[in-house]
T-cell receptor, first 109, second 114 residues
Framework: GQNIDQPTEMTATEGAIVQINCTYQ??????LFWYQQHAGEAPTFLSY??LDGLEEKGRFSSFLSRSKGYSYLLLKELQMKDSASYLC??????????WGAGTKLIIKP | IAGITQAPTSQILAAGRRMTLRCTQD?????MYWYRQDLGLGLRLIHY???????GKGEVPDGYSVSRANTDDFPLTLASAVPSQTSVYFC?????????????FGPGTRLTVL
């Protein structure tokens, strides 16, 4: 079966660094996406990885290990506005996204 | 219009009633999708369309139907609503529906079936 696992909730402090992990199991693999979703809003695209390694984009970085079926999203210099849910999604062989339930990130001052 | 719009924003519906959720995009994307999002669950694909004139079933298609008469519009119809269809519905689109394609989401429709 296809499955995406990520922690339900994490708490971090403003200005700190947090790493959100995701493990995936998909039928075929065409990449791993991270989306951000603020409460009551639509998901918005953060990153896409299809090759192993780290992709850096400002304060946000995303890592992929295809052999381990593992990805993480790294958020640096946390700001209060980063309080949101972070959704991990794997793209399967049919180019469909399989979504995790999301990790709710709570930022404390 | 910029991006994807959905209507209505929210709706309360009596069980057994028919309802169409509207979705329009102006990005000339070929692929469009309907998801539902329920608390504690990931987004689940209901139906999709890779190009105008074609549609496909996702993970949870029962009780829903779609059509894709043109590139811009992708309505989702609940023929006879049931309480288990209470959810937040998101429409999304992507350029080609292929590897690496980013999906862009509409603002969502919050549907309550009583």
């Amino acid at each position: 079966g296809q499955n995406i696992d990520q922690p339900t909730e994490m708490t971090a402090t403003e200005g700190a660094i947090v790493q959100i992990n995701c493990t995936y199991q998909t039928s075929g693999f065409n990449g791993l996406f991270w989306y951000q979703q603020h409460a009551g809003e639509a998901p918005t695209f953060l990153s896409y990885n299809v090759l192993d390694g780290l992709e850096e984009k400002g304060r946000f970085s995303s890592f992929l290990s295809r052999s381990k079926g593992y990805s993480y999203l790294l958020l640096k210099e946390l700001q209060m506005k980063d309080s949101a849910s972070y959704l991990c999604a794997g793209m399967d062989s049919n180019y469909q996204l399989i979504w995790g339930a999301g990790t709710k990130l709570i930022i404390k001052p | 219009i910029a991006g994807i719009t959905q209507a209505p924003t929210s709706q309360i519906l009596a069980a057994g009633r028919r309802m169409t959720l509207r979705c329009t995009q102006d990005m000339r994307h070929n692929a469009m999708y309907w998801y539902r999002q329920d608390l504690g669950l990931g987004l689940r694909l209901i139906h999709y369309s890779n190009t105008a004139g074609t549609t496909g079933k996702g993970e949870v298609p029962d009780g829903y139907s779609v059509s894709r008469a043109n590139t811009d519009d992708f309505p989702l119809t609940l023929a006879s609503a049931v309480p288990s269809q209470t959810s937040v519905y998101f429409c999304a689109s992507s350029a080609q529906g292929q590897g690496g394609d980013t999906q862009y989401f509409g603002p969502g429709t919050r549907l309550t079936v009583l």
